[in-house]
């Protein structure tokens, strides 16, 4: 069973950036990050698959960036030109199974 562990969340100002990162236990392939904010479902934010191909959803294309770095087992995803709307619990999830990560808060406020 691979283990997830999301970092980097935190208050933030809008305009400003945050790198959240997702370390896992071994090897990974098909990535994601999703969000959750208070009173809506979980989303899918970024994917990233074995071959470094990404995916975006709308709202955060031009503004996030989805990475990895194979020979750390760990996802990143970079974000900037934070908006108010971008407060959530941000989670790491292996595409494909029910492995996720524990969450990682970031809130965006003035």
């Known amino acids: 069973q691979v283990q997830l562990v999301e970092s980097g969340g935190g208050l933030v100002q809008p305009g400003g950036s945050l790198r959240l990162s997702c370390a896992a236990s071994?090897?990974?392939?098909?990535m994601g990050w999703y969000r959750q904010a208070p009173g809506k479902q979980r989303e899918l934010v970024a994917s990233?698959?074995?071959?470094?191909?990404?995916n975006y959803v709308d709202s955060v294309k031009g503004r996030f960036t989805i990475s990895r770095d194979n020979a750390k087992n760990t996802v990143y995803l970079q974000m900037n030109s934070l908006k108010p709307e971008d407060t959530a619990v941000y989670y790491c999830?292996?595409?494909?199974?029910?492995?996720w990560g524990q969450g990682t808060e970031v809130t965006v406020s003035s």
């Open positions: 999830h292996r595409i494909g199974t029910g492995t």
């Open positions: 071994r090897s990974i392939n098909y």
């Open positions: 990233i698959d074995s071959g470094g191909r990404t």
